[in-house]
């Protein structure tokens, strides 16, 4: 019997093969899980609409995280495809590349508001359209990925550090409010992997290379480690974890040098 048999989960964020999104999809299928999928926009859709066929989804359906109208209808979607939903992935953020890379202090009032808004207000709004699905599976696992940047200050991740410290604590919120009816929130925080977002990251590879300095477990972190914790989350094996940031950053959280 597979971990994940009989569940059905939404995923979010795939853009190609790099997306750590994508890891986890193959892996929570691999598991036993159905799948649907969401994809940003019409530009995004041909690659990655190419690369999901393989799961045969019953759903594969645009989300622009910026538009209240997609998040409901995603929602109605889900309910109406599946009649239940087990498993919602969020791996999703934006931050303009101005306020990503200027001085902090010159960060501009609409940069904060859209990298908020895309990376972590998304979370909050997102549960709340899936609610009714996840109720009609008696509940569920909600999935967010998060970086060690909102928790430290790290230079090159500036603006969107502050926005993944408003994801995670918009994760504890949702676990508070959403574990009475037994759905659980829990964080991925990963390290650096080098993906489409990770390239807009000015120095990423530096970023990678002083990690690797400090990293009790040596080697590159692959988007197949972070799967791998998805999948414990997702599943029943976690059915008492919630309100947690697990780190699959082979330790690096924990040093100091
Ligand atoms: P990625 O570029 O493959 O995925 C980012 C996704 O965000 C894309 O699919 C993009 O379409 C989506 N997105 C951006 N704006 C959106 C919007 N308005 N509406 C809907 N979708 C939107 O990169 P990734 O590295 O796989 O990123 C996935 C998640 O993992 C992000 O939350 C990222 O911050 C997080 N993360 C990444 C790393 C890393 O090193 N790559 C480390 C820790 C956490």
Redesign the pocket.
Known sequence: MKLLTGKTALI?????D????WAIARALHAQGAELAFTY?NER?KEKMGALVQQFKPKLLTE????KDEDIARVGRQVLDTYGRLDIFLH????TPKEDLHGDFYKTSRQGFAVSND??SYSLIALSNALLPAFEAAGGGSILY???IGGEYAISTYRLAGVSKAALEMSGKYLAQALGPKNIRVNGI?????K????RGIKNFSDLQKRAAEFMPLQGEITADDVAGTAVYLASDLSSAVTGEVIHVDKGFHCVRG
Request: proline share 3%.
């Open positions: 979010t964020g795939v853009a190609n790099y997306s750590i999104a940003q995004l989300l622009d995280v910026t791996s999703l953020a934006f895309i990376s990925m998060t970086y925080s990963a390290g650096p992997i993906t489409l977002a990770a």
